[in-house]
C-alpha cells in the first residue's frame, strides 16, 4: 500500500509540476508577445521620428540660408551705414564752415553799413 501511495504522491507532484512549468512556459509566452507589441511599437515610433527629421532637414537647411543671406544683408547695411554717418559728418562740417561764413558776412556786413552810415553823417 505505501508504494501505492509513493506513486500516487510521485504522479500527483509529477502533474502539479508539469501543470506549473505549463503555466510558467503560457505566461512566458505572453511576455514575449507583450514585449515583441512594444518593440513593434517603438519601431513605428521611431521610423515615425524619423520620418519627421527627414522632413525637418530641409527646414532647418532653408533657416540656416536665410539666416545667411540675413547677415549678408546686415553686413551691407552696416558698411552702408557708416558711409552715410561719414556723409552726414562731412555735411555737419560744411554746415559749420558756412555758417562761420555766414557769421563773418554778417560782421562785415555790420562794418560796411556802419561806415556807410558813418559816411552819411559826413555828407549831412
Do not use: F, Y
Not at 509540476?17 to 511576455?31: G, T
Not at 561719414?86 to 561764413?101: F, T
Amino acid at each position: 500500500m505505501t508504494t501505492i501511495i509513493v506513486i500516487v504522491v510521485a504522479v500527483l507532484i509529477l502533474i502539479a509540476l508539469a501543470l506549473w512549468l505549463r503555466r510558467r512556459a503560457e505566461q512566458k509566452r505572453i511576455e514575449r508577445e507583450n514585449l515583441a507589441a512594444e518593440a513593434s511599437e517603438h519601431r513605428e515610433q521611431a521610423d515615425s521620428h524619423v520620418a519627421k527629421a527627414q522632413e525637418l532637414g530641409p527646414e532647418a537647411e532653408q533657416q540656416r540660408l536665410a539666416a545667411k543671406q540675413h547677415d549678408q544683408l546686415a553686413a551691407e547695411h552696416e558698411a552702408k551705414a557708416r558711409e552715410h554717418a561719414a556723409q552726414a559728418e562731412q555735411h555737419v562740417e560744411k554746415a559749420e564752415q558756412i555758417d562761420e561764413r555766414v557769421n563773418r558776412e554778417g560782421q562785415a556786413a555790420a562794418r560796411h553799413d556802419e561806415a556807410a552810415a558813418e559816411r552819411e553823417r559826413e555828407l549831412s
